[in-house]
């Protein structure tokens, strides 16, 4: 499902220094800021006359980098790429409940995932109780996974009218129980993505927060933006930071705008547990590795078409080395590489770092691959994929799934 089509900006890629099949990088990890210590998880549980709950409910991600959920974009491929450049955490892309229930084959293929992904968790879309718990029973009982995420950030008129998506954040009694029914039957924590609400001035989350910990949420992530804004404006870190606290003890992970160490750091300030990243790890997945070793990394774009490379393998291995495969490898590809080619190298920047909300405005690269990659033209990353997985075939074409508003 296409939660991005209507969110999604376009960037990303690039490469480096893990070169094809070399291993992760030993990069130190970030100091973690824990929200809360055990010691005062313990004291809130006791003076809530709670019991402590069991080991699987619990997930310990706290400082931990997260690759955010993303459709179409975010395929297994693209995730080895990320897992070798330092993301801790992964998750498959939106898999719409209705569609896993049914047994289409292609909304199971979404919940793959790759051994290198050592914390891995799926995302579900839904709008009822009674599928949703039906749902996460059949996860339970047939997929490896270390947690189970609720959509509840997804703005798209498809998936909000029907009730689900961002939707839920206003339906408080569905919602409620279908946290508690899908609690109910997972062996493993369940998390929630929500947004800040879904009109521009009316803010929710910070009411939602203490009863999501109540019903059973083990972590939240919150995306710092309305429904209604969408790319338009930036993510709400102030907004964030408050929330922090109405989550307390249960961790709560802030999510937007994250493109360089500094924002990391500045995101880490606000107290959430931890950060998950989306477009960032778009233009440049090396950004996990740039967040642990602070430090900004002025990639050639050489290793950057050696990232492409890599993924192009990976690709024809996930999704075959036939035709098909080659031509779904390439699909993906492109749609990356309409992500990938707003990422303005370090060493042509003026002022650093690149921010996510500006615009680029034309330039030339230090080589023809570099002036190559930053194309804003279909035909131009069809070039790049013609590189790596040979020509096209004659009738082809290629429109973008995925159309941000921040950058008409
Ligand atoms: C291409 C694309 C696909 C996305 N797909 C999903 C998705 O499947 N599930 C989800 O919860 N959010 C999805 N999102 C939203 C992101 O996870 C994230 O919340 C949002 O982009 C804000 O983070 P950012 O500023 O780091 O990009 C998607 C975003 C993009 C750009």
Same mark, same amino acid.
């Given at each position: 499902?296409?939660?991005?089509?209507?969110?999604?900006?376009?960037?990303?890629?690039?490469?480096? %220094?893990?070169?094809?099949?070399?291993?992760?990088?030993?990069?130190?990890?970030?100091?973690?800021?824990? !929200?809360?210590?055990?010691?005062?998880?313990?004291?809130?549980?006791?003076? =809530?006359?709670?019991?402590?709950?069991?080991?699987?409910? +619990?997930?310990?991600?706290?400082?931990?980098?997260?690759?955010?959920?993303?459709?179409?974009?975010?395929?297994?491929?693209?995730?080895?790429?990320?897992?070798?450049?330092?993301?801790?955490?992964?998750?498959?892309?939106?898999?719409?409940?209705?569609?896993?229930?049914?047994?289409?084959?292609?909304?199971?293929?979404?919940?793959?995932?790759?051994?290198?992904?050592?914390?891995?968790?799926?995302?579900?879309?839904?709008?009822?109780?009674?599928?949703?718990?039906?749902?996460?029973?059949?996860?339970?009982?047939?997929?490896?996974?270390?947690?189970?995420?609720?959509?509840?950030?997804?703005?798209?008129?498809?998936?909000?009218?029907?009730?689900?998506?961002?939707?839920?954040?206003?339906?408080?009694?569905?919602?409620?129980?279908?946290?508690?029914?899908?609690?109910?039957?997972?062996?493993?924590?369940?998390?929630?993505?929500?947004?800040?609400?879904?009109?521009?001035?009316?803010?929710?989350?910070?009411?939602?927060?203490?009863?999501?910990?109540?019903?059973?949420?083990?972590?939240?992530?919150?995306?710092?933006?309305?429904?209604?804004?969408?790319?338009?404006?930036?993510?709400?870190?102030?907004?964030?930071?408050?929330?922090?606290?109405?989550?307390?003890?249960?961790?709560?992970? &802030?999510?937007?705008?994250?493109?360089?160490?500094?924002?990391?750091?500045?995101?880490?300030?606000?107290?959430?547990?931890?950060?998950?990243?989306?477009?960032?790890?778009?233009? +440049?997945?090396?950004?996990? %590795?740039?967040? +642990?070793?602070?430090?900004?990394?002025?990639?050639?774009?050489?290793?950057?078409?050696?990232?492409?490379?890599?993924?192009?393998?990976?690709?024809?291995?996930?999704? &075959?080395?036939? %035709?098909?495969?080659?031509?779904?490898?390439?699909?993906?590809?492109?749609?990356?590489?309409?992500?990938?080619?707003?990422?303005?190298?370090?060493?042509?920047?003026?002022?650093?770092?690149?921010?996510?909300?500006?615009?680029?405005?034309?330039?030339?690269?230090?080589?023809?691959?570099?002036?190559?990659?930053?194309?804003? =033209?279909?035909?131009?990353?069809?070039?790049?994929?013609?590189? !790596?997985?040979?020509?096209?075939?004659?009738?082809?074409?290629?429109?973008?799934?995925? +159309?941000?508003?921040?950058? =008409?």
């Amino acid at each position: 499902m296409a939660e991005g089509a209507a969110e999604a900006p376009a960037e990303s890629g690039g490469g480096g %220094t893990p070169g094809a099949g070399q291993p992760e990088r030993g990069v130190a990890p970030i100091k973690p800021q824990y !929200l809360t210590t055990k010691e005062q998880f313990h004291e809130f549980l006791e003076a =809530k006359g709670q019991e402590e709950p069991s080991q699987e409910t +619990k997930l310990d991600i706290s400082g931990k980098l997260y690759l955010a959920p993303l459709t179409t974009c975010g395929n297994l491929p693209f995730r080895r790429i990320c897992k070798r450049f330092g993301a801790d955490v992964t998750c498959g892309e939106m898999a719409v409940c209705t569609n896993l229930l049914q047994g289409q084959t292609s909304e199971w293929a979404l919940l793959k995932r790759h051994p290198c992904e050592d914390i891995f968790g799926v995302q579900l879309e839904g709008a009822f109780p009674d599928t949703m718990t039906k749902c996460a029973e059949l996860l339970n009982r047939t997929i490896e996974v270390d947690f189970v995420d609720i959509n509840v950030g997804c703005p798209i008129d498809l998936v909000y009218k029907k009730g689900g998506g961002c939707a839920l954040m206003n339906r408080s009694a569905k919602f409620q129980q279908i946290v508690r029914g899908m609690n109910q039957v997972l062996d493993v924590p369940l998390t929630v993505k929500i947004r800040t609400g879904v009109q521009e001035r009316v803010n929710l989350a910070h009411r939602l927060l203490p009863e999501l910990r109540d019903w059973g949420a083990a972590l939240v992530t919150l995306h710092g933006r309305s429904r209604e804004q969408r790319y338009t404006k930036l993510a709400d870190w102030r907004y964030i930071e408050q929330c922090v606290m109405a989550a307390s003890p249960m961790p709560l992970f &802030g999510n937007g705008d994250i493109l360089s160490y500094e924002d990391a750091n500045q995101a880490m300030k606000t107290g959430v547990a931890g950060i998950m990243i989306a477009r960032g790890a778009l233009l +440049k997945p090396w950004l996990f %590795t740039e967040i +642990k070793e602070q430090r900004h990394w002025d990639i050639s774009s050489s290793e950057r078409m050696d990232i492409l490379r890599d993924f192009t393998h990976y690709g024809l291995e996930h999704w &075959g080395s036939d %035709t098909q495969g080659v031509e779904k490898t390439r699909r993906f590809l492109l749609e990356w590489l309409s992500f990938l080619c707003r990422y303005v190298p370090v060493g042509l920047l003026e002022r650093l770092p690149q921010r996510i909300n500006e615009r680029p405005p034309y330039y030339m690269g230090r080589d023809y691959l570099e002036t190559l990659m930053a194309s804003q =033209k279909a035909a131009d990353w069809i070039r790049i994929s013609e590189m !790596l997985l040979g020509p096209v075939p004659p009738t082809f074409v290629f429109l973008p799934k995925h +159309k941000a508003n921040a950058y =008409k």
